[in-house]
């Protein structure tokens, strides 16, 4: 791809290609695009059916691959240092009223960009 085009059709590559086809469970359209179902317990507007267009697919690939890269890093400093454990465990324990009110409404509105521009 050439600086300064923008290409909408391409499929995401690597990593974040098959974490997007993982996160779609292999679902995709006619036309070959990954086809994202969401679900209400991360979703206020779930369940609901998302086809990706390649930006928008792309997008998802990278929010997947730093995700991953973060819980590579936890599970790695939790086998460093074994005492964590129990910090993750309480902290996990105090942030599920959190999930619900505060990352619920935000990954929704995340979900909600995923899906305006995979309409454009």
Known sequence: MQHG??????????????????ACVGAADGNGRPILTTMEYYDAKGPREIILSGPAARR????????AVALVIVVALLWMFPILFFALIAGFWGGMAMLNSTARPMVTRWIDGLEAQSTT
Do not use: E, H, W
């Open 5 to 22: 085009t923008m290409d909408t059709g391409r499929k995401p590559a690597g990593i974040g290609s098959a974490l997007v086809n993982l």
């Open 60 to 67: 998802l690939g990278t929010a997947l691959s730093r995700v």
